[in-house]
């Protein structure tokens, strides 16, 4: 079992930056594709943000591309969001997620809790 904890969330303006955090823990041998979602509104479908697989290899959606960077610490299983010139439609709740593999398939059966990102205009 996989277990997510997110942290770094906050509210900050338009234009600047947030760095979110993600630990892993529970890994069993193996590798793991890591991925952060976000939820822009209640009963809105969880958009994905950005992918990083185990050779670190990087996807993002068009609308945070040139603006967020996804990284991350093999050796602490830590994943990293870096935000920077943020904007009001970047509010949000952010996840973390992990799909078992060494590449991204898109089949993310492990979640974090979520952390509220707020970027007031």
């Known amino acids: 079992q996989v277990h997510l904890v997110e942290s770094g969330g906050g509210s900050v303006q338009a234009g600047g930056s947030l760095r979110l955090s993600c630990e892993a823990s529970?890994?069993?041998?193996?590798?793991?594709?890591m991925g952060w979602f976000r939820r822009q509104a209640p009963g809105e479908k969880r958009e994905k943000v950005a992918?990083?697989?185990?050779?670190?290899?990087?996807n993002y959606a068009d609308s945070v591309k040139g603006r967020f960077t996804i990284s991350q610490d093999n050796a602490a299983r830590i994943v990293f969001l870096q935000m920077d010139s943020l904007k009001p439609e970047d509010t949000a709740v952010y996840y973390c997620?992990?799909?078992?593999?060494?590449?991204?398939?898109?089949?993310?059966?492990?979640w974090g809790q979520g952390t509220q990102v707020t970027v007031s205009s």
């Open positions: 997620a992990a799909e078992i593999g060494r590449v991204c398939l898109g089949a993310f059966g492990y």
């Open positions: 529970g890994y069993t041998h193996g590798s793991y594709c």
């Open positions: 992918t990083i697989d185990s050779n670190d290899r990087t």
